[in-house]
């Protein structure tokens, strides 16, 4: 691809746009807590000396004339950085409001007319923290990339880093004639459909080739196996349905140590842990509107980083899809533990992704135009794909601090659409694996009930694997506890909760 279209659009990124409406914004952000009040004007002054290392920051989309090829970035001609920060004052300071206000300003639409991200401070917290909302539009970062802007904006010690004097300065774009815009638009429009016709058939063939070269004709008949639970419509649940909006957000966090201590008892993977916990969650849900889940399976869709260096600095979506179809009434959670993590080592090992990824490819040899004309209308038909879409993310294992302030919580939000009323993310921090539910108001009205099963299906985990929850009432007393424990009873590991004010219970309170 030429300089000249640097700055165009993947289809992966602009299918965020084609497919967004009132009621659905396709964002991903994150709600931060900081220890300690957090002030405006440092927060504006931080980040416009930072956009020099984030210029996509400062650029907004300009789609071509009748959506004839894809949308391209272009700098935004009036640019103001106090468009894209602000604060909010909360009222009673609880989590309660952090969690309310939090949905409320998740919820709408961004402006396309400017850069596609924003940050929210809201004040007030009880404790005297600060609670941040940092919303970026899909279109602009998926999960991955989204980690490399707090990258730039954080610091791994509470002294802040260096940064540039001031923000690039653009100068205004000159006005372009239309029908030259036109004719160009149409000229790349058609050599995209030719790439993507020939992108298509050589990545069949490498697949192909690749498949059987590396495992035989073995994967086929894995994936045989498992075939008609991936290819059936998936049965609804009473939250899949089409999304209205405005949003929700509900969270819970639980300490890394116990997920690791649950992976050491029971096998399988991070991950496999994750989706045991989440699955047993959404079985209770289910149950407590009275839904059998006899013979039931959950289909969740789990995103896989396709970046090959996992590198975060790369912007846009790189990102393919795995399926993961786990049955829904398996109580025993050891048992559960096994079925998910047998499951997701044999569509590993049939190289789903690789086949999804491929789809894509095919959807991106539409033309621009059709895309965009029938994505607003896709994202309200009947979805029969999932149940819920389950991502995970890994952040930094070590406290990090904006300002010198130290960051206490990270809960990620990701976007919901279609007929999936509720889809989670988890981004792991500082010791805890932070978890993020976001539901539609129409689809879950009583979302905090998904958090509180959450809440109890991790207790039930760890007491079937043996794994002692303990919790102590100051963090000084965690290290001593730990040596004494440590010596106690070697069979049954025990996880220390720390109820002090800077690490708060896992069990969260739930939204009122």
């Keep these: 691809m030429g300089s000249k ?8 990124d602009a299918a965020f746009l084609y497919l967004e409406r009132e009621g659905t914004p396709l964002n991903v952000a994150s709600v931060f807590v900081f220890e300690g009040k957090l002030a405006l004007q440092d927060c504006i002054d931080l980040v416009e000396k930072k956009l020099p290392l984030l210029p996509r920051y400062q650029q907004r989309v300009s789609a071509p004339p009748y959506n004839l090829g894809l949308p391209t970035w272009e700098y935004s001609p009036h640019f103001d950085i106090h468009d894209h920060i602000r604060e909010v004052k ?35 917290l009880k404790g005297g923290n600060t609670g941040l909302v940092a919303r970026i539009h899909h279109c602009l970062a998926d999960g991955i990339a989204g980690i490399g802007l707090m990258n730039v904006l954080l610091d791994s010690t509470p002294v802040p880093s260096a940064a ?11 006005q372009r004639d239309s029908g030259a815009v036109l004719l160009e638009s149409l000229a790349e429009s058609y050599s995209e459909f030719l790439n993507k016709l020939l992108t298509t058939q050589a990545e069949v063939l490498k697949l192909a080739q690749d498949v059987i070269s590396r495992n035989g004709t073995q994967p086929f008949g894995d994936l045989a196996a498992i075939l008609p639970e991936m290819t059936a419509p998936a049965e609804r649940l009473p939250f899949n349905k089409v999304c209205r909006g405005p949003q929700k957000f509900a969270w819970t966090r639980f300490p890394m140590a116990g997920m690791k201590a649950i992976r050491e008892r029971c096998g399988g993977k991070f991950n496999d842990v994750v989706l045991t916990i989440v699955t047993s969650a959404f079985r209770k849900y289910a149950e407590a509107q009275k839904v059998k889940t006899a013979n ?23 990102i393919s899809f795995i399926p993961v179809p786990v049955p829904l009434d398996i109580r025993d959670p050891r048992k559960l533990l096994a079925n998910v993590s047998g499951r997701t080592q044999l569509i590993k090992s049939t190289r789903i992704a690789e086949f999804v990824g491929l789809m894509a490819t095919v959807l991106g040899a539409i033309p621009a ?11 309200q038909l009947p979805l029969s794909v999932c149940n819920s879409i389950c991502t995970n993310v890994p952040g930094p294992q ?33 010791g805890y694996a932070h978890i993020g539910f976001t539901g539609d108001v129409y689809a879950a009205p009583d979302l905090e009930r998904i958090e509180h099963f959450a809440n109890e ?3 039930e985990l760890c007491a079937a694997a043996g794994v002692t929850m303990e919790r102590t009432p100051r963090r ?17 590991p025990k996880v220390l909760i720390s109820e002090s004010e800077e690490s708060q219970p896992i069990a969260l309170a739930a939204i009122a």
């Design 5 to 12: 279209n640097c700055n165009r659009f993947s289809w992966g």
């Design 90 to 124: 909360l009222k009673s300071g609880t989590e309660a409001e952090l969690k309310r206000v939090a949905g409320a300003v998740l919820s709408p639409v961004m402006d396309r007319r400017r850069p596609l991200w924003d940050l929210t401070l809201l004040q007030g």
């Design 164 to 174: 540039r004097d001031r923000s690039r300065r653009v100068s205004k774009q000159p």
């Design 296 to 318: 039931r399976l959950l289909r969740l869709v789990v995103p896989v980083n396709a970046r090959g260096d996992g590198d975060t600095r790369e912007l846009g979506n790189r």
């Design 369 to 379: 135009s059709i895309q965009a004309l029938i994505g607003p209308i896709a994202s």
């Design 398 to 430: 070590e406290p990090v601090f904006l300002l010198g302030h130290k960051m206490l919580s990270w809960y990620p939000y990701v976007p919901i659409g279609g007929e999936m009323g509720i889809n989670c993310a988890i981004i792991t921090y500082n």
């Design 457 to 459: 299906s991790f207790a």
């Design 476 to 492: 000084k007393h965690a290290t001593r506890q730990r040596a004494k424990t440590a010596t106690k009873d070697l069979s049954r």
